[in-house]
T-cell receptor, first 120, second 110 residues
Framework: QLQLQESGPGLVKPSETLSLTCMVS??????????WGWIRQPPGKGLEWIGN???????SYNPSLQSRVTITVDTSKNQFSLKLTSVTAADTAVYFC????????????WGQGTMVVDSS | QSALTQPASVSGSPGQSITISCTGT?????????VSWYQHHPGKAPKLIIY???FRPSGDSNRFSGSKSGNTASLTISGLQADDEANYYC??????????FGGGTKLTVL
């Protein structure tokens, strides 16, 4: 059974870079029918899509975050990663990684989420 | 891109039915049948309950149903149960090849 698990620092200093990794287990990240995404939820707010990556490395990003976001994939480690630069308090959120399956045109498998707080 | 519009809260008694609306634009909900709904119990991973407007993942409860008319999608939960109390989010693919979510609706089972 496919599972996703986020990892990374829970505190980030203002203006620095947030870095998170999502480990995929129970299946390969290199399957053609899946994209891999990051979604976040600020405290008391709704979900916000950050971006997706395909196993080939192609990406798509939320236009509102595009200038600060990079999502990469490492097929040898079966994981994908998120980098968000110039962090501010507005980036404090629970960050989820998820699989976007082509069979569902939706995010069908999610990680538990990891809280990242601006240390200011 | 703007978030899809959902009511902040809805409520219902056990056994009743409720409907949650999700309003977008001609660039998202109105453009494709790629509308999905998620159930989120705080502290847990969100769960996909409806995809492609009205399809349920295999093995999931048929108490959840979805529909769409124009730029508005809807989620109906019938036979409300205590465990249905959660936050519900809609999502849609967009004409700019991105995804957008709704602001979320808190369902209270009275």
């Amino acid at each position: 059974q496919l599972q996703l698990q986020e990892s990374g620092p829970g505190l980030v200093k203002p203006s620095e870079t947030l870095s998170l990794t999502c480990m995929v287990s129970g299946g390969s990240i290199s399957i053609r029918s899946s994209y891999w995404g990051w979604i976040r939820q600020p405290p008391g707010k709704g979900l916000e899509w950050i971006g997706n990556v395909y196993y080939s490395g192609s990406t798509s990003y939320n236009p509102s975050l595009q200038s600060r976001v990079t999502i990469t994939v490492d097929t040898s480690k079966n994981q994908f990663s998120l980098k968000l630069t110039s962090v501010t308090a507005a980036d404090t959120a629970v960050y989820f990684c998820a699989r976007q399956a082509s069979w569902a045109d939706a995010f069908d498998i999610w990680g538990q989420g990891t809280m990242v707080v601006d240390s200011s | 891109q703007s978030a899809l519009t959902q009511p902040a809260s809805v409520s219902g008694s056990p056994g009743q039915s409720i409907t949650i609306s999700c309003t977008g634009t001609t660039s998202d909900i109105g453009a494709y049948n790629f509308v999905s709904w998620y159930q989120h119990h705080p502290g847990k991973a969100p769960k996909l309950i409806i995809y492609d407007v009205s399809f349920r993942p295999s093995g999931d409860s048929n108490r959840f149903s979805g529909s769409k008319s124009g730029n508005t999608a809807s989620l109906t939960i019938s036979g409300l149960q205590a465990d249905d109390e959660a936050n519900y989010y809609c999502s849609s693919y967009t004409t700019t090849n991105t995804w957008v979510f709704g602001g979320g609706t808190k369902l209270t089972v009275l």
